[in-house]
């Protein structure tokens, strides 16, 4: 079946250095959607950004993403890391036909001072 | 506003009690899930539901039942709740597409001693 894989359960940045968090997926389909959200603390997780276009880049709120089918891979990046990016990170995949996601294990990005 | 509400918050139970952890969405949307939220595990789908009175069965269904009684209100029963079932509930909802965005709850934390 399907599956998602984030390999980091945390990362602990200092402020300013850039993001990159990783995903990789499976699957036996070749028009996969590869979604990330974003889990703020005593919020609800919200989408940040989704894509199901090969090597396009896809933009919001400063973070951004390539899918890579060649690669399997779906990494969320960002430039310069704010403290106010502290959360935790789902990435997220699911394909023509199927109506539920495969969730990655998710990473806490912990941002310092 | 489209959104999806979860009750109760908080709810504390003791081993072999019953609980109802209620989920309402005014999105119009037709999928509906039960997610729980563990560290080091992610989110991982219970139950979902495609429209009023229809069940399927998720990727960690043991030890939970649910009901879709209407196209708004999903419900989630523990009824011999165990505390290995204490964790963070969110619902959610969705259109059904593939590339459909998740709408989440605000979470209930469910705390069974």
């Known amino acids: 079946g399907d599956s998602v894989t984030q390999t980091e359960g945390l990362v602990t940045l200092t402020e300013g250095l850039p993001v990159m968090l990783n995903c990789t997926y499976q699957t036996i389909y070749s028009n996969p959607f590869l979604f990330w959200y974003v889990h703020y603390l005593n919020e609800s997780p919200r989408l940040l950004l989704k894509?199901?276009?090969?090597?396009k880049r896809t933009e919001h709120q400063g973070f951004h993403a390539t899918l890579h089918k060649s690669s399997s891979s779906f990494h969320l990046q960002k430039s310069s890391a704010q403290l106010s990016d502290s959360a935790l990170y789902y990435c997220?995949?699911?394909?023509?036909?199927?109506?539920?996601?495969?969730f990655g294990a998710g990473t806490r990005l912990k941002v310092i001072a | 506003e489209a959104a999806v509400t979860q009750s109760p918050r908080n709810k504390v139970t003791v081993t072999g009690g019953n609980v109802t952890l209620s989920c309402r969405q005014t999105n119009s949307h037709n999928y509906m899930y039960w997610y729980r939220q563990d560290t080091g595990h992610g989110l991982r789908l219970i139950h979902y539901s495609y429209g009023a009175g229809n069940l399927q069965i998720g990727d960690v269904p043991d030890g939970y039942k649910a009901t879709r009684t209407t196209q708004e209100d999903f419900f989630l029963l523990l009824e011999l709740a165990s505390p290995s079932q204490t964790s963070l509930y969110f619902c959610?909802?969705?259109?059904?597409?593939?590339?459909?965005?998740?709408?989440f709850g605000s979470g209930t934390r469910l705390l069974v001693i």
């Open positions: 997220a995949l699911s394909n023509t036909g199927n109506y539920k996601y495969v």
């Open positions: 894509s199901s276009t090969d090597n």
């Open positions: 959610a909802s969705s259109e059904g597409s593939s590339n459909s965005d998740y709408t």
